[in-house]
T-cell receptor, first 113, second 114 residues
């Protein structure tokens, strides 16, 4: 079974400052990892995904994440945030033999002008 | 290309009443998912279809929830009777068969049971 822990439920950050949203997972098998963003009253949009290969993954809107197998983490980062990045961010995991995604509880990023 | 279309966007019903949600996936997407997202939580899978076959419904509360995907395209999720705890956002997603990396989510239906 897989599970995902997002340690921070809310992260406030000033505009143009860097941000890191933390995600840890647990799984007994190899996994694929994802970050999704959800804007108010909208569905989830894929930001980036780790399947294999380079542990540093670049996504849309300037976000990137690094897969760390030893620490079972997949933290999301952005060097300089914009007001438009205010949203809910979800980390998700899927085992290599499954089709379903298991989501964390989400982190609400609020960018302060 | 139209995305995953869900309707209605919002629904308010009294407890013990029935309710249904509709989903139209992206054209050509064989796999369809229904997720439930409780307030302050991440989405949780209810049921997954491959074409018209429900291949994973282990998390669907079958005493009151039902789903169908006739002809392997549109899908309907029904609750009868609804309970207060069913208040949530119901998300539909679709992907090409076997492509679990290419989910596309709809905007969801926000259900409020009063």
């Amino acid at each position: 079974a897989q599970s995902v822990t997002q340690l921070d439920s809310q992260v406030p950050v000033f505009e143009e400052a860097p941000v890191e949203l933390r995600c840890n997972y647990s799984s007994s098998v190899s996994v694929y990892l994802f970050w999704y963003v959800q804007y108010p009253n909208q569905g989830l949009q894929l930001l980036l995904k780790y399947l294999s290969g380079s542990t540093l993954v670049k996504g849309i809107n300037g976000f990137e994440a690094e897969f760390n197998k030893s620490q079972t983490s997949f933290h999301l980062r952005k060097p300089s945030v914009h007001i438009s990045d205010t949203a809910e961010y979800f980390c998700a995991v899927s085992s290599t033999g499954a089709n379903n995604l298991f989501f964390g509880t989400g982190t609400r990023l609020t960018v302060i002008p | 290309e139209a995305g995953v279309v869900q309707s209605p966007r919002y629904k308010i019903i009294e407890k013990k009443q029935p309710v249904a949600f509709w989903c139209n996936p992206i054209s050509g997407h064989n796999t369809l998912y229904w997720y439930r997202q409780n307030l302050g939580q991440g989405p949780e899978l209810l049921i997954r279809y491959e074409n018209e076959e429900a291949v994973d419904d282990s998390q669907l509360p079958k005493d009151r929830f039902s789903a169908e995907r006739l002809k392997g395209v549109d899908s309907t999720l029904k609750i009868q009777p609804a309970e207060l705890g069913d208040s949530a956002v119901y998300l539909c997603a679709s992907s090409l068969e076997g492509d679990r990396f290419g989910y596309t989510f709809g905007s969801g239906t926000r259900l409020t049971v009063v």
